[in-house]
């Protein structure tokens, strides 16, 4: 461009020959070529530009961030929104662009400033929504998870009531619903409205039981369910139904260890086990610390990024102080052993989300840990047999659950045997 704030010529036919010579060009050479073209051209180089910034501010094949992955990503919203709102591309073009750039604004820890776009997202998604009449909208599942981090529980769980609302009627192909009920649910008991919660999770252990019935979904995730609803229960005060719905687990359960799953699957149910065990380890959280906390009922992949890095870096601290609490119940159990029980409960769910999240060979970084928790929970029971015969049962029923999501079936009978009959419902 010249002083005058024109497009200078050379500057124009220089970008086309770029883009028209044979052989690869780069993506800072396709950027370069964009940015001058689009003034000259918008409606044609707009949309190119956008998309081009973004693959500029990622390298693909190396894995690596560009030094100005931001400032980019930035300027490929700002791209984007130049786009004439007749243009029937705009919309889908702008909402990816939010989408990178908000990921990336969390990344840097600049929450409000992702939250923000996360809100411009949903702007589309509604507008898109009333445009198409159809009941989804594109982006509340995101909005919620933000607003979840941040502590909005209420608000998270309006969002994701529309949403939920919105896809329950398709049932549950394509497979997204199981997924959005397990979100739904966790968000409604955040935010204290239990008994919401409580009807999500039959509408969602009713649907895993007919999917495993007709053979279009895992035993073991229906397992999972009922576990996870048997413990809400607990919560809730309805310790009767609770005892019924285990009945039912402990029947699907030995099925499984006579005769394993009916028929083959992709390997989706250890994350599905491993969202539903963070969700159960509630109860033996510590207080909430400063920061984000990651949104309950999702899979790490929903997380913002700075949310997940606490989260997973935490389980350095979390070690050490297992460590330190664990030397101080060796000599004192009575006054130290329910404590390091509880830490230690932490630590392995961290530690088997973490592990599930990176590697389908999750199984030996974590076996030690649900192991030690039980050793640890029998050496609660000994000291304090009332109140720590609960927890020793919870703790089996987490390796039970672990065994399954291991394909170990036979062991994880065992174990939920032996945490009912601690339940005292062994009969």
């Known amino acids: 461009m010249n002083h005058s704030g024109k497009v200078d010529q050379d500057d124009i036919m220089r970008a086309r020959n770029i883009l028209l010579a044979s052989g690869r060009r780069t993506p800072r050479e396709e950027v370069d070529a964009y940015r001058v073209l689009a003034q000259v051209s918008p409606a044609s180089y707009l949309p190119r530009l956008v998309k081009a910034l973004q693959r500029l501010s990622y390298d693909s094949s190396s894995g690596q961030q560009h030094a100005s992955c931001l400032a980019l990503r930035e300027e490929a919203v700002a791209a984007a929104r130049d786009i004439d709102p007749a243009d029937p591309a705009r919309a889908d073009l702008l909402y990816e662009a939010l989408d990178t750039c908000q990921r990336e604004l969390y990344t840097l820890g600049r929450r409000v400033e992702g939250l923000a776009m996360r809100a411009e997202m949903l702007s589309i998604g509604r507008a898109q929504a009333e445009l198409s009449g159809g009941p989804a909208v594109q982006g509340l599942r995101d909005w919620a998870a933000g607003l979840s981090e941040e502590g909005r529980y209420a608000e998270a769980a309006d969002a994701l009531t529309e949403w939920v609302a919105a896809i329950l009627p398709n049932g549950p192909d394509g497979g997204s619903l199981g997924w959005s009920l397990l979100q739904w649910i966790a968000a409604l008991d955040d935010a204290g409205r239990s008994g919401e919660a409580l009807a999500a999770f039959g509408t969602l252990v009713s649907m895993e039981a007919v999917e495993a019935a007709n053979d279009r979904g895992p035993m073991a995730c229906h397992l999972y369910s009922l576990i ?200």
């Open 228 to 427: 996870g609803y048997a413990q809400m229960l607990d919560t809730c005060g309805r310790g009767e139904r609770a005892a019924i719905v285990r009945q039912e687990a402990l029947g699907l359960l030995t099925e499984l260890a006579a005769t394993g799953e009916r028929k083959s699957w992709s390997g989706y149910q250890a994350s599905y086990w491993a969202v539903l065990l963070s969700c159960s380890g509630a109860f033996s959280e510590p207080p909430r610390a400063s920061g984000p906390r990651p949104p309950s009922g999702t899979t790490p992949l929903q997380w913002s990024p700075d949310a997940r890095r606490r989260y997973f870096d935490s389980r350095i601290t979390l070690r050490e102080a297992v460590d330190a609490l664990a030397a101080r119940a060796a000599e004192d159990p009575e006054r130290h052993l329910a404590e390091l029980v509880l830490l230690h409960r932490v630590l392995t769910v961290r530690s088997a989300v973490y592990w599930e999240h990176r590697t389908h060979l999750f199984v030996e970084q974590v076996r030690s840990l649900f192991d030690d928790g039980v050793g640890l929970a029998r050496r609660l029971v000994q000291h304090h047999p009332r109140c720590g015969a609960p927890v020793l049962a919870q703790i089996l029923t987490d390796r039970s659950t672990f065994h399954t999501a291991a394909r170990e079936f036979g062991p994880a009978l065992d174990d939920f045997r032996e945490a009912l009959s601690y339940l005292g419902e062994a009969g």
